[in-house]
């Protein structure tokens, strides 16, 4: 995936926050004072969020059997709107609601709201699967600027405005490299990248070129060690994957520019 950064006015000490998975449905009271702390001490915060949990419990109730590509949900016709349905309408409004009732101003967005572009990635292969291709820097510094905490689901539109299926944590990474923010931290249900059944503290570009290539990273943390080296690549200094501790995996440049992995891998939600 090739992410462009935004020409626009960039964020000052901006840091985006990717929450998934079983986090989502269990917000604990430690992630919301975290973020609570880091608004205090005057950090900017942009929230990206999945749903893949959510997601399956509404396909299956539908009777839609879906299937992944190296972490990638395949999304034909009729998924797409059950998908938008439940990521803007069910999972974007509770997880909004949960961060205003603690007093913090948060608002939902999606691509439909113009804080990012996006574009089709391999239709053929993939669906109805979207790509970042710009992100408004500007429209998410206004929200910020007005002490409201964007809260942005992986929903994009095409160029007709047809709903498109991003990978949450290729999202993350776009709108983090977009802003060119300080860090982006990958929080899952997973607490990091694991070797051997133990979670790795640090990791580096050659370490996760092995480690997919030996099938030690796999399925669904494929995306997000994808999204971690395209953002060192553009300029984000630190990126993090980890659960709702905050402790998990640093993933660390060792070149200056980050090459591509072997196998090209690209990523959706």
Avoid at 10 to 26: D, E, M, R, Y
Avoid at 196 to 204: E, H, K, L, R, Y
Avoid at 223 to 237: F, H, R, Y
Wanted: with cysteine; proline share 3%; hydrophobic share 40%.
């Amino acid at each position: 995936m090739t992410m462009s950064k935004s020409t626009q006015a960039i964020v000052p000490n901006c840091h985006v926050i990717k929450i998934g998975g079983s986090t989502l449905a269990n917000l604990s009271e430690a992630f919301i004072k975290s973020l609570k702390r880091r608004v205090a001490t005057g950090q900017n915060i942009i929230v990206v969020h999945g749903g893949g949990p959510n997601i399956n419990e509404a396909l299956a109730h539908h009777g839609i059997v879906s299937e992944t590509i190296d972490g990638i949900r395949v999304t034909t016709p009729e998924m797409i709107a059950t998908i938008r349905n439940i990521l803007i309408g069910e999972v974007n409004s509770g997880l909004v609601g949960k961060i205003n009732a603690s007093g913090i101003s948060a608002a939902g967005l999606s691509g439909f709201d113009g804080v990012f572009t996006s574009d089709y990635l391999e239709q053929e292969i993939y669906g109805e699967v979207g790509v970042v291709t710009d992100v408004n820097a500007l429209k998410f510094k206004l929200f910020l600027k007005g002490g409201i905490i964007p809260v942005v689901a992986c929903i994009g539109t095409s160029a007709t405005g047809d709903p498109l299926n991003i990978n949450a944590d290729t999202l993350a990474a776009g709108i983090a490299s977009g802003v060119q923010a300080e860090s982006l931290l990958l929080v899952t249900d997973t607490p990091g990248i694991k070797k051997d059944g133990v979670t790795v503290t640090a990791a580096s570009e050659q370490d996760i070129r092995k480690w997919v290539a030996n099938g030690i990273i796999y399925g669904g943390m494929i995306p997000k060690v994808q999204a971690a080296l395209d953002c060192l690549e553009s300029g984000v200094k630190a990126v993090q994957i980890t659960d709702d501790t905050l402790v998990g995996t640093t993933v660390q440049a060792t070149n200056p520019l980050i090459t591509r992995l072997t196998k090209e891998v690209h990523t959706n939600a």
